[in-house]
């Protein structure tokens, strides 16, 4: 599958059913001594957020810091889908905390988001969309499967595959998401067919009470909110069925690497102990309703570290495919292709922006 097989691509669908929250919990992460990251020295003063930080003897002083706190490099958001580096200093230092914040995020984010344009709920649940063509290209015939979509946000697509006659599970660690998914399963006449938890991803298999499924999905913007990659790859290891698949399509990670305005590699390619931290004022949808809960927290994997995690946990790859677009600007410099996608143009290089994989079970 080298591109989208749909050439009347919506991409407000598209888009709209693919940006999803992630979770944390506690922290299971190699520290890599060869890919260092350099701290704030002594003496440094910073000032993000008109809160004012000092270092000293690599702690933290003043503004929300904890006593003894290790005073690390931190990257702000300057918007939607964009980071810039800040000279700042991480601030909450323990990854519950760094849980909590991003909850209180996407709880935020989740009031905003059945609201836009961007997701189309009303038109969603008019329309009765089901997958996109790309999925049931790598999925088939999924009538009858138990399927199960982690990091869910509001379900849509969760239950666009409960359309096509799945048993779908939806987890998520948003409770005010988890909500509203029930609640668009109701008006959808889905009820039947569709289940949702509310529980960290890093937990679910214990939230799930041991079962498994014949599919596991995890689509566009799940993994960069996970602080350990192998982590979650032994919870999706235990989770999918004997015969089962796993089906993932999310950004690619030296997409996520690049600098926002310009061509070149200005963050870590690989996964790191310590995360990005963000404080975007808005959320990625149309909506210009500022967030009131704005500190996230993310981390990179590079496609080494993702496949190699799958294997460890059981798991066989069938295919990878690099894509050379997205389904969102991502970048400034990107251009809307005529099937909807966004890719570099004719002047620029082509670079991977997204991948998928499908990984599946012995029997």
């Given at each position: 599958m080298?591109g989208i097989?749909?050439a ?5 669908q598209d ?8 979770a ?11 890919r ?17 930080f000092?270092?000293r ?17 931190a990257f702000i ?5 964009t980071?810039?580096h800040?000279s ?13 914040a991003?909850r209180?995020?996407w709880?935020?984010r ?8 961007f997701?189309d ?17 790598a999925?088939g015939?999924?009538s ?5 979509h982690?990091?869910?946000h509001?379900?849509?697509?969760t239950l666009?595959?409960?359309r ?5 599970t939806?987890?998520?660690f948003?409770?005010t ?6 609640d668009?399963?109701r008006?959808a006449?889905l009820?039947?067919r569709s ?6 991803v890093l ?6 009470a041991?079962?498994?499924?014949d599919?596991v999905y ?7 909110w ?7 790859a032994?919870?999706?290891g ?5 015969g089962?698949r796993?089906?993932?399509?999310d950004?690619?990670?030296?997409a996520w690497a690049?600098?926002d305005d310009r061509?070149?590699?200005e963050?870590?390619y ?14 990625y949808t149309d ?6 809960n704005r500190?996230t ?6 496609i080494g570290?993702?496949?190699t995690?799958l294997?460890?946990h059981?798991l ?7 894509h050379?677009w997205t ?13 909807g996608?966004?890719?570099a143009?004719?002047?620029m290089p082509?670079?991977p922006?997204t991948?998928?994989?499908?990984a599946s079970?012995p029997r």
């Amino acid at each position: 599958m080298l591109g989208i097989a749909d050439a009347h691509l919506d991409v407000a669908q598209d888009l709209g059913g693919e940006v999803h929250c992630g979770a944390l919990d506690q922290l299971r992460c190699e520290v890599h001594a060869d890919r260092a990251i350099a701290r704030p020295q002594p003496g440094d003063v910073h000032e993000p957020s008109g809160e004012r930080f000092e270092v000293r003897d690599d702690r933290v002083v003043g503004g929300a810091s904890e006593p003894n706190n290790p005073a690390t490099p931190a990257f702000i958001s300057s918007g939607l889908g964009t980071r810039r580096h800040a000279s700042a200093v991480t601030t909450v230092a323990r990854v519950d905390d760094r849980l909590a914040a991003n909850r209180a995020n996407w709880d935020d984010r989740t009031e905003i988001h059945l609201r836009s344009q961007f997701y189309d709920v009303e038109g969603w649940l008019r329309e009765e969309r089901g997958p996109r063509p790309r999925e049931t290209e790598a999925l088939g015939d999924v009538s009858g499967l138990r399927l199960l979509h982690l990091q869910c946000h509001f379900g849509l697509d969760t239950l666009a595959f409960a359309r096509v006659g799945a048993e779908v599970t939806g987890l998520d660690f948003s409770e005010t998401a988890i909500d509203a998914a029930r609640d668009i399963a109701r008006r959808a006449g889905l009820e039947d067919r569709s289940t949702f938890v509310c529980a960290d991803v890093l937990h679910a298999a214990d939230a799930l009470a041991g079962g498994t499924f014949d599919v596991v999905y995890v689509s566009l913007g799940a993994l960069t909110w996970l602080p350990s990659v192998d982590a979650w790859a032994e919870q999706v290891g235990a989770l999918v069925a004997p015969g089962g698949r796993v089906y993932v399509h999310d950004g690619h990670p030296l997409a996520w690497a690049l600098a926002d305005d310009r061509l070149c590699i200005e963050h870590t390619y690989f996964e790191e102990s310590e995360p990005f931290a963000d404080e975007a004022v808005t959320t990625y949808t149309d909506s210009g309703r500022a967030l009131v809960n704005r500190t996230t927290f993310e981390w990179n994997h590079g496609i080494g570290e993702i496949v190699t995690a799958l294997l460890r946990h059981g798991l066989r790859l069938e295919w990878l495919t690099e894509h050379d677009w997205t389904v969102w600007p991502r970048f400034p410099w990107l251009v809307q292709r005529d099937d909807g996608a966004w890719t570099a143009p004719p002047s620029m290089p082509r670079l991977p922006l997204t991948f998928s994989l499908l990984a599946s079970r012995p029997r």
